[in-house]
DNA sequence: ACCGTCCTGTGCATGGGCGCACAGAAGACC
DNA sequence: GGTCTTCTGTGCGCCCATGCACAGGACGGT
C-alpha cells in the first residue's frame, strides 16, 4: 500500500461522493482524482468506486477505505496541531547535560523550573562523553571552559566559577598551612593528571610547583576533590564547594585568572522553541544568585 | 495536513535514521526525500530531524510522527489486504433484488446460500422502483421480461415461469368454469391496469377478451393475484403459486407463450468477484428444481 | 420537450517533482 | 594517519503527473 495521496484522494471521494466535490476540497484538478483512483483501483485489483454520472458511490471496499481514512485524517491533524503548538508551548520533554561538577549548582534550578512549567518533563544527563546537540542527544548543555563548539551551536556565557586552593584540616595537622605561594616549598599538591587539562587553575599549578610537588594526580574531577578533602594535598576547589565546609582550610582565596568560565549550549534550531528560552532565562536568572559566581 | 506521502517518507527516516535507508525502502531518490522533509518541517513550521553526516534523528516531534504514523502504516496494510483479499473470498455484503412475486422462491436459495457461505449477509431488497445495479444499490438483481438494460450490466437467462389462467371456488360457484377460451363469454376477468405492462400473459388477455369483461384491474401485482383470490374474477397466476393452493381452480392450463423470462442481471464489475459468481451457480442450481419453471 | 447545470472522462501542452551526478563531510577500519 | 565507505546536500536536465479545454451524458426545472 503504496503512495498514501491515493488513499486520501480516495477517502475525498468516498466521503463526499463526487470527483470534482473532492477535486475543489483537494485543491486539484478533477482529472488528477480520477486518475488517482484509477491508479489506486489497479493497483488494489478491486474496484472501490461504482461510477456513474451523477457521482462516484463507494462500494463495499470504499466503504471500508473511507473508514479507515478517516480515522487516518483524524490522527493526521490532531499530530499537526501537536507538533504546530508545541513550538510554542513549554512542554515536553527537556535535556539539559553539563559536567558532573556543578550536578548540585544545577539541580535546584531544574527542580524549581520543573515546578513552573509541570508539562515539563526533566532529563539531566552527566557522563564522561560530551553529547552531541546536533545528533539532538541534549537541549541544553552547560560547558566548562571554551572549547570549540559545532557551527551550528549557539554559546552564550554564563558565569564564572571561582576557585581556591584548599586544603584538608588533616593536611594542615601533619605539614602545615603555607602563608603565601612563595611559601610553597616542601608541601604536597594535587593535580589533574591530564597535562592539557583546559583548567586555568591546574595550568597555573603546573607552571608554579615542582612536578615532583604533585603527589597525587587524577583524571576526574571527583577523585581530585576526593584526594584533596582526604589530605593527599593541597589542590583546587570550587569555592562554592569548599566555602564554609567543616574540615576545609583555605590556603589562597580565589583569583580571578583561576575562574572557570561556564557557558549555556544550544542547537541553532532547538534555541528558538519557547522551552529552551524559558528554560535559559530561568537558568541565567538562578545563576545571578550562585554563590563564588561572577 | 496535506500532503500524506511526505508523511509515509518522514515516517521511514525517523524510523530507519537515515534519508539513504528510507530512500532505498521508499524507492526513490534520497534527494526526493530531502526535499520532502524540508517541505513538511517549513509547512509544520517545527524541525522533525535533527541533521547530521551520518543520519537524521528525529526529535520529539519526529518520535510524535513516528508513533502516528506507524499505527497509519499497519491500518494501510490491513485495509490494503481486506480489500485484495475480499475479491476472491466469498464474504461481506450481498445484496440481491428482484420483483416481490418470486421472493417465495428465492429466500430458500438465498438462506442456503447464507449458511453455505457463514460470512456473507445477505441483504434482499424489493421495492416498486428498480434498482440501479450502476449505482451499486445491488449486486445481483433478477427481473422479469426483457426491458433494456445498462450497457455495463451483464444478462443472464435464469429461467421461465409457468402462469395459466386460474380462478378462485366463490368465482366459479357463481359463474361456472369455462371449457376453452372460446367459451368465455360473460365471464369477468381481472388484469393488470397498465396497458403497456410487458407480461406476455396480459397483452394475450387483453387482446383475446373484450375490455368490458376486464372487471378488476390493479397496478401492483400482489393486488391482482388478492383480486383472483377472493373471486373477483379469472386471472393468471404464477402456476407455482397455483398448483395445489386449496380453492383455487385451473381454467386454462399454463401455455409456454405465457411463461415470463427470469433474468440474471449484475453489474460488469461486480459480476467477475467470486461471491457474486459463487451466488449465481448457487441460483442456477436452485431453480433447476423449482416447480412449473423451466 | 427543451434548455441549463453538473457531473464524468479524455487528448494535449506545460510545469514541477524526480532522478542523476557530483561535491563535501564524517565515521570506520586498517 | 590514511583510505575507504557512507551519508547528506545541491544544481541540472528530463519526464511524468498535473492542469486545461472540450466532449458527452444525466438529471432537474421551466
Not at 463495499?60 to 499530530?79: C, I, K, N, Y
Not at 558565569?159 to 593536611?171: E, F, H, V
Not at 587539562?197 to 597555573?204: D, K, M, N, Q, S
Amino acid at each position: 500500500m503504496e503512495n498514501w495521496d491515493e488513499i486520501r484522494t480516495a477517502f475525498q471521494v468516498a466521503r463526499l461522493g463526487t470527483v470534482s466535490g473532492a477535486a475543489e476540497v483537494l485543491g486539484v484538478h478533477h482529472a488528477t482524482v480520477i486518475r488517482h483512483i484509477d491508479a489506486l483501483e489497479r493497483r488494489l485489483g478491486a474496484k472501490l468506486f461504482q461510477r456513474h454520472a451523477r457521482g462516484y458511490t463507494a462500494t463495499e471496499a470504499g466503504r471500508d477505505l473511507l473508514s479507515v481514512a478517516q480515522t487516518t485524517e483524524e490522527q493526521f491533524a490532531h499530530l499537526s496541531s501537536r507538533i504546530k503548538g508545541q513550538g510554542e508551548t513549554v512542554s515536553g520533554e527537556l535535556v539539559v547535560t553539563s559536567i558532573a561538577g556543578i550536578a548540585d549548582l544545577l539541580t535546584p534550578v531544574m527542580v524549581s523550573f520543573q515546578e513552573k512549567w509541570p508539562d515539563v518533563r526533566v532529563r539531566f544527563l552527566t557522563d564522561m562523553r560530551v553529547f552531541r546537540l546536533d545528533y539532538g542527544e541534549a537541549h541544553v548543555a552547560i560547558r566548562a571552559g571554551s572549547g570549540p563548539e559545532e557551527p551550528d551551536n549557539v554559546v552564550q556565557p554564563l558565569t564564572r566559577i571561582s576557585s581556591g586552593l584548599y586544603a584538608a584540616q588533616p593536611y594542615v595537622d601533619r605539614f602545615g598551612l603555607p602563608a603565601s605561594e612563595a611559601d610553597f616549598a616542601g608541601h604536597r599538591f594535587v593535580c589533574a593528571d591530564n597535562e592539557m587539562t583546559r583548567a586555568p587553575f591546574h595550568r597555573w599549578l603546573r607552571a608554579t610547583v615542582h612536578p615532583d610537588q604533585i603527589a597525587y594526580a587524577a583524571t576526574e574531577p571527583a577523585a581530585l576533590e576526593s584526594a584533596v578533602l582526604q589530605g593527599a594535598g593541597i589542590g583546587f576547589l570550587s569555592a562554592f564547594r569548599a566555602v564554609g565546609r567543616v574540615g576545609v582550610v583555605e590556603v589562597l582565596p580565589p583569583r580571578e585568572e583561576w575562574a572557570s568560565p561556564l557557558r549555556i549550549v544550544t542547537h541553532v534550531d532547538l534555541h528558538r522553541t519557547r522551552k529552551v528560552q524559558a528554560f535559559l532565562a530561568h537558568l541565567k536568572d538562578a545563576a545571578k544568585d550562585w554563590p563564588h559566581c561572577s
